[in-house]
């Protein structure tokens, strides 16, 4: 622990120059702006920007995403609360309350609610990636092949639950989907080409970046034109800062909210949107003002800023600890890592722990960043919203083309972007998630690299992973996930309920 800290704490001293304090700054003010306009998402952000900073050294060029990131997540709740339109999918919840106070004149107050909780929150994340991610780092060096097989699997059907919570098969068809585009190309340990169909480009496999830039931008900037023009809250902004007794008043929903966040941030695929959902219903749950919410309330405005800013350190943790990303924006955060040379994964705390803790300082730096730019310049950046969404298009489509080129300087990852960025807009128009596709791709070669070598291993015998006790517990919540969906299930589980009542009461 002690050594932790001392690694942190050199960490930190060693970001205090003139220069990076200044990438602090400028990355988590274009954060707040793309999280600020609807239809530039978190994860378009830090895609783009990935492609463009992959030519500087890897400590600054990490820390400009993560505050590109911390910034985004914590910008949507502009446009969400001015427009009723959230700037990215994290900050829905935030829209439901948000919006009635600005509705009400109070758009001013809302803000400064809104930046106080993502700063408390995030704080909340802060020390939660502090403390777990060396544990789960040192458990997860107990993890075998059969163990990241497992886990893969389960990353893949959690996400479809959580992201298709109407219909989690449409979940699983999208993840199961990523997993098959992940095998096209040349496999990893026998260099073997699938599924390419004759064709050389596709025999070097789809890229990560250029198909979640297809994904997340290409497919929204379609959606942003589909779409209909958007009309901002005409309402006079005056006090933003917010009073302390306002803020303390609600500190056991702000607790509450930022371990929910942490929580539901850390399982794969997940993500900040899901977070912010969860924290509000539990915050609505145990409020004593329970009618007020969607009507306007500060709890419930609060809740859902800690829960999804809380959720950008929950979806970290699962990336150096694990080698599995949290959430989208976390995902393309993971394969900067890889293109800078850094390996997260279960032999970080082996091989470079200063990195994980040079992680919680770049996170630290984001968030004070945030809060400080959240409540200054509000008024001026207000004016942001303002600009015609049709006309910035054009601009983030050239964006995507060159984020999609500049990585391999190849014309075929263009394509690439282009195609995943008309499937996403399908996927959309159908209301399948992306979310799972993404966590496919990415998951894909772990867990065919992981069964093959535990084939190997254990000489083709399958069997062998029911001998594996972490195999055993994954596999158990992956089939509860799955049955959890199920009619009869749930009506087994509220029969069990109300006979673990009935037996209390006797």
């Not at 340990?189 to 050389?200: D, K, L, M, Y």
């Not at 004593?288 to 609060?302: A, D, M, Q, T, V």
């Amino acid at each position: 622990m002690f050594d932790g800290l001392m690694m942190f704490l050199q960490s930190l001293a060693g970001f205090m120059k003139p220069m990076t304090l200044f990438n602090v700054l400028w990355a988590t003010q274009l954060g707040i702006i793309i999280g600020m306009l609807p239809g530039l998402t978190a994860t378009m952000g830090v895609a783009l920007l990935t492609t463009l900073t992959f030519k500087l050294p890897a400590g600054e060029a990490i820390l400009i995403l993560i505050c590109n990131y911390v910034g985004a997540i914590y910008g949507g709740s502009r446009s969400a609360i001015l427009l009723n339109i959230p700037g990215t999918p994290a900050n829905a919840a935030t829209a439901v309350d948000g919006h009635p106070l600005a509705q009400q004149g109070l758009a001013g107050r809302a803000i400064g609610i809104a930046t106080t909780g993502s700063f408390l929150g995030s704080v909340v994340g802060i020390f939660c990636l502090a403390v777990f991610t060396p544990l789960i780092g040192n458990f997860a060096l107990n993890f075998q092949s059969f163990e990241f097989f497992t886990l893969a699997i389960f990353g893949v059907v959690i996400c479809g639950n959580l992201t298709a919570p109407k219909d989690p098969i449409k979940g699983w068809i999208a993840g199961f989907l990523g997993l098959f585009v992940a095998m096209i190309g040349m496999e990893g340990i026998h260099a073997h080409i699938r599924f390419s169909f004759g064709n050389v480009n596709l025999a070097g496999g789809i890229d990560l970046i250029p198909a979640m830039v297809g994904v997340f931008g290409f497919s929204e900037i379609i959606m942003v034109m589909k779409n209909q023009k958007l009309q901002v809250v005409n309402t006079k902004i005056t006090r933003i800062i917010p009073k302390l007794r306002e803020v303390l008043r609600y500190w056991k929903t702000i607790i509450r909210s930022g371990i929910i966040g942490v929580f539901v941030g850390a399982i794969p695929g997940v993500g900040e949107d899901i977070g912010a959902w969860v924290s509000y219903d539990f915050a609505k749950n145990a409020s004593k003002e329970p009618e007020k919410f969607g009507k306007g309330s500060y709890e419930g405005l609060i809740s859902a800023e800690c829960g999804n800013n809380a959720a950008c350190g929950g979806t970290i943790i699962p990336v150096l600890s694990l080698g599995i990303p949290g959430s989208a924006p976390a995902a393309v955060l993971m394969a900067a890592m890889f293109i800078h040379g850094v390996r997260p994964g279960p032999l970080i705390m082996v091989e470079n722990p200063e990195f994980v803790f040079q992680t919680v300082a770049m996170v630290l730096l984001a968030t004070v960043a945030m809060f400080v730019l959240g409540l200054s310049m509000v008024k001026w950046l207000v004016k942001v919203l303002q600009v015609p969404r049709e006309k910035l298009m054009p601009i983030i489509f050239v964006l995507c083309v060159i984020g999609a080129f500049a990585l391999e300087s190849n014309l075929f990852d263009v394509t690439i972007m282009v195609v995943f960025g008309l499937l996403g807009f399908l996927m959309k128009e159908m209301d399948y998630p992306v979310a799972p596709l993404v966590l496919g791709i990415i998951l894909g070669d772990i867990l065919d690299k992981n069964l093959r070598r535990a084939l190997i291993v254990s000489e083709g015998n399958i069997l062998q992973i029911f001998n594996r006790p972490i195999s055993l517990v994954i596999i158990a919540l992956t089939i509860l996930t799955m049955l959890s969906k199920t009619s009869w299930f749930r009506n087994f589980w509220s029969a069990t309920k109300k006979g673990a009542v009935s037996l209390i009461k006797k």
